[in-house]
């Protein structure tokens, strides 16, 4: 499909190169490979830069705050997050290494840009380049504890919790401690109901911990926050150092 968004200037190329943890890695080959056809989109919040079924033709790396969502729809017209994407990884052809139907929708969920690059000049890259094909290889790996993490967190461990963690992994891939989200588009993010989610909030915030004004929530006490969470959060961060690191070649 054709993404959304608007496409702005070229110094963002360079702040993409920089902003997002994978394309971080790159040395100058592996930037020259893909830089000639890159593009950078900046995407607001509830666009579908992917839906379920469609032929994935992009890949898009988040930045600047930027985060994307990989929800799964179910009977009854309700669909819930597996996965949240931002500077620290990418949608989109990543794991399927090739041109394949998507399984999820992804749905922008916090607003701002992200670099495209067609997925086939991605795979001729990543067959030229062994950092590339290790990188992504790697981050596949990464996404997928993720997901299997989300399962086994929304399964066994309360609302509070939970919520607490997916704030925490909002303000790691947001630039700042103000996140553009709804209580509505939180409650579906986590598969309750809004009242639920109303009821989480409040008890987040007469604690300290976030105060919340209609549409943005804002994280007050981040270390609060993080004694809030379920373990899954550490869990998820630390399984991400040892895959991949800050250099894309991990712990292991």
């Known amino acids: 499909m054709d993404l959304p968004g608007e496409t702005i200037g070229e110094p963002s190329l360079a702040a993409a190169f920089t902003g997002n943890r994978l394309l971080a890695t790159l040395g100058e080959s592996d930037r020259a490979r893909l830089s000639p056809h890159a593009r950078i989109l900046t995407l607001t919040s509830g666009e579908a830069v992917l839906r379920s079924g469609e032929t994935v033709q992009q890949s898009l790396f988040p930045f600047d705050g930027c985060m994307i969502s990989l929800q799964r729809e179910l009977v009854g017209c309700r669909s819930v997050e597996v996965a949240a994407i931002g ?124 105060a919340y004004r209609r549409g943005a929530i804002q994280v007050i006490d981040r270390p609060g926050l993080l004694r809030a969470s379920c373990d899954c959060y550490r ?17 292991v």
Not at 121 to 126: F, H, N, S, T
Not at 148 to 169: D, K, T
Request: aromatic share 4%; charged share 20%.
């Open 235 to 251: 869990a998820v961060e630390d399984h991400f150092q040892a895959v991949l690191g800050d250099d894309g070649r991990g712990k």
């Open 87 to 210: 500077r620290e990884g990418a949608v989109g052809g990543i794991i399927s290494c090739g041109k394949a139907p998507a399984f999820t929708n992804a749905v922008v969920q916090l607003p701002g840009p992200a670099l495209v690059v067609p997925l086939e000049v991605l795979e001729d890259a990543k067959s030229e380049s062994p950092h590339l094909k290790n990188l992504f290889c790697r981050y596949s790996d990464a996404l997928l504890a993720q997901v299997m993490q989300s399962v086994a967190c929304n399964a066994f461990h309360p609302i509070e919790a939970r919520a607490a963690r997916w704030l925490l992994h909002a303000q790691d891939r947001a630039a700042g401690d103000r996140l553009a989200l709804t209580q509505e588009s939180l409650a579906g993010l986590l598969g309750v109901q809004r009242t639920t989610v109303n009821a989480v909030a409040r008890v987040l915030q007469e604690q300290g911990l976030i």
